[in-house]
């Protein structure tokens, strides 16, 4: 089955076009680099992997509940509609915001793979473009596995965000070389590290966890290029264009935080657009959980050196201001070590299986004698 034949709503545009801009750079310089990227750059092809072998897709997902979400944490709890519901309603409540979560994530991952590419076209320095080109083939896996859980395991899709696709059209739109990584690398990619992460954390399902803590592994390296890069550049940067970026962020992340509402999902409900806008600025979880959102975000941003007072201003009126002195070199090395002990438990387990198969085979063959 085609995946136009999943999807909740038909999306507006069957195939969108971005016109794009700027120039494709060419170095001749080959030796020439710094050692920070192209070590992560040696990372990111030691750390290559294949997600048809390491996740585990024999594992069964029930799509009426296929995160374990508590019910306090759907933006209709506690609301008059919500007493309606029968527990079937429920069930496919929680099917229909797993999917808009996971679609939103696919087609971030997409437009991922699509900014790397423009990455390794447009970026001066050979060794951002070494290590732009390893990112763009993570990013293709990563919709590669989020795509085969839709299809195999969810049965339904959900059209891109607005908000996303604008921030996403912005992004690629624009003709400067950095916008790509600003764009993708701190905004998209950080807001998705904290949702991957939030959703990593609570889910009480094996197969989601797995995929979730794989590819934060990932991203947590995508982040790290993107600090390295920009950091570098901006310090060379003008007053003037230090503001022009700071006011792509601010618009970024207002984007960001109306994209997490869902309202898509309310409307499918019976729920008018309006009334599910009011609902779900009323969720006490979901502002908590777009709060959290920027814990990525924020720090990364003032580690490039983009801190302002507009964008101080703009992150005080979010509430998320504070976020700026959170450690994220530790969020990002817990990323990693998440995704390696993952591994180390799901090996040991298999050595147990194999070690109790052939114990039990020798004793029944010594039975038989």
Not at 221 to 227: K, L
Request: proline share 3%.
């Amino acid at each position: 089955m085609g995946t136009h034949d999943l999807y909740a709503n038909e999306p507006a545009d069957p195939l969108w076009r971005v016109p794009a801009t700027g120039a494709a750079r060419f170095t001749w310089e080959y030796d020439d680099g710094r050692d920070r990227l192209l070590a992560l750059y040696q990372k990111g092809k030691d750390k290559q992997w294949d997600g048809r072998t390491r996740i585990d897709w024999g594992l069964e997902v029930d799509p009426y509940d296929a995160l374990g979400t508590p019910e306090e944490a759907m933006s209709l709890y506690g609301t008059r509609h919500w007493d309606k519901l029968s527990d079937r309603d429920k069930g496919e409540l929680r099917r229909h915001y797993a999917s808009w979560q996971f679609s939103q994530f696919l087609h971030g991952e997409q437009g991922a793979m699509i900014c790397a590419a423009r990455i390794v076209e447009s970026a001066p320095d050979l060794d951002a473009k070494f290590y732009s080109a390893t990112q763009t083939m993570d990013e293709a896996r990563h919709a590669e596995i989020y795509g085969r859980f839709l299809h195999e395991k969810m049965g339904l899709l959900y059209p891109v965000n607005d908000d996303l696709q604008s921030l996403l059209g912005d992004t690629l739109r624009d003709s400067r070389w950095d916008m790509p990584y600003l764009g993708m690398q701190v905004l998209i990619e950080g807001l998705a590290l904290a949702a991957f992460g939030m959703i990593r954390d609570t889910t009480t399902k094996p197969l989601p966890k797995q995929i979730l803590t794989y590819v934060m592994q990932d991203e947590a390296r995508h982040v790290a290029f993107g600090r390295m890069a920009l950091r570098d550049y901006y310090r060379q940067l003008t007053d003037a264009e230090l503001r022009e970026r700071e006011e792509f962020v601010i618009e970024g992340c207002h984007l960001m935080r109306d994209r997490l509402r869902g309202v898509e999902v309310l409307e499918n409900f019976g729920i008018p657009k309006a009334e599910a806008e009011e609902i779900s600025e009323q969720s006490e979880f979901l502002r908590l959980f777009r709060k959290l959102l920027f814990s990525r975000i924020v720090p990364c941003v003032k580690d490039i050196g983009l801190w302002g007072e507009r964008l101080q201003r703009a992150y005080a009126d979010m509430g998320v201001f504070e976020l700026g002195d959170s450690d994220l070199d530790q969020l990002m090395a817990q990323d990693e070590e998440l995704a390696d002990r993952l591994d180390a438990e799901r090996f040991a387990a298999e050595e147990r299986e194999r070690v109790a198969e052939v114990e039990a085979t020798i004793e029944s063959g010594a039975t038989e004698d």
